[in-house]
């Protein structure tokens, strides 16, 4: 079963600084992994997703992921915060993989609410 | 493109009563999705239709909840003699077969008093 953990359920950075939210995941096959933002009253944003291709992957708003398989992680990072970067961050696994005909459902990790600070 | 539109963004109701929620998905998205989110919680997979055809039902909904997407266009979420666990926000999202993205509607929150 796939499953993914989010290590902190709250970061908290300085405008202009980096931003790392981390992840790791659990797959029985080569995931299908994303991350989703979503801003207080608002829906659910794709930030970035990852599908076999390569192992660094670019997002929307600056940000970037690298897939590692040998230590099942897939850690969001940003070189810069914004003020605008606050909300809460969703790492995301699927169950339809490259040759499974599955639903698709995705599974969900608890969060991580990022804060910047001026 | 518009987008997944859900309505209503909120329902408020009391213990007992039945409520029903509608989602249009992006219009040439065959797969549609539900899922639930409860407060400092991800969002839960309830159940999803590719067209018509509902696929899949997580164990999380109980007898008291249906959907339907009866012309493979938008779909109906449907709980009977709500409780108060069954206040959430509900999401829909949709997508393409051969995509895993999905696309997330803004939701419909009910509060049960």
């Known amino acids: 079963a796939q499953s993914v953990t989010q290590l902190d359920s709250h970061v908290s950075v300085s405008e202009g600084t980096p931003v790392l939210l981390r992840c790791n995941y659990s797959s029985s096959y080569s995931p299908s992994l994303f991350w989703y933002v979503q801003h207080p009253n608002k829906g659910l944003q794709l930030l970035l997703k990852y599908t076999s291709a390569a192992t660094l992957v670019k997002g929307i708003n600056g940000f970037e992921a690298e897939f590692k398989k040998s230590e099942t992680s897939f850690h969001l990072t940003k070189p810069s915060a914004h003020m605008s970067d606050a909300a809460e961050y969703f790492c995301v696994v699927s169950d339809q993989a490259e040759g499974y005909n599955q639903g698709g459902k995705l599974i969900f990790g608890q969060g991580t609410e990022l804060s910047v600070k001026p | 493109d518009t987008g997944v539109s859900q309505d209503p963004r909120h329902k408020i109701t009391k213990r007992g009563q039945n409520v029903t929620f509608r989602c249009d998905p992006i219009?040439?998205?065959?797969?549609l999705y539900w899922y639930r989110q409860t407060l400092g919680q991800g969002p839960e997979f309830l159940t999803y239709?590719?067209?018509?055809?509902?696929?899949?039902k997580s164990r999380l909904l109980s007898d008291r909840f249906s959907a339907e997407r009866p012309k493979g266009s938008f779909s109906t979420l449907e709980i009977q003699r709500t409780e108060q666990g069954d206040s959430a926000m509900y999401l829909c999202?949709?997508?393409?077969?051969?995509?895993?993205?999905?696309?997330f509607g803004p939701g419909t929150r009910l509060t049960v008093l």
């Open positions: 999202a949709s997508s393409l077969e051969t995509s895993g993205e999905q696309f």
């Open positions: 239709f590719q067209n018509e055809a509902q696929l899949e």
């Open positions: 219009s040439e998205h065959n797969r």
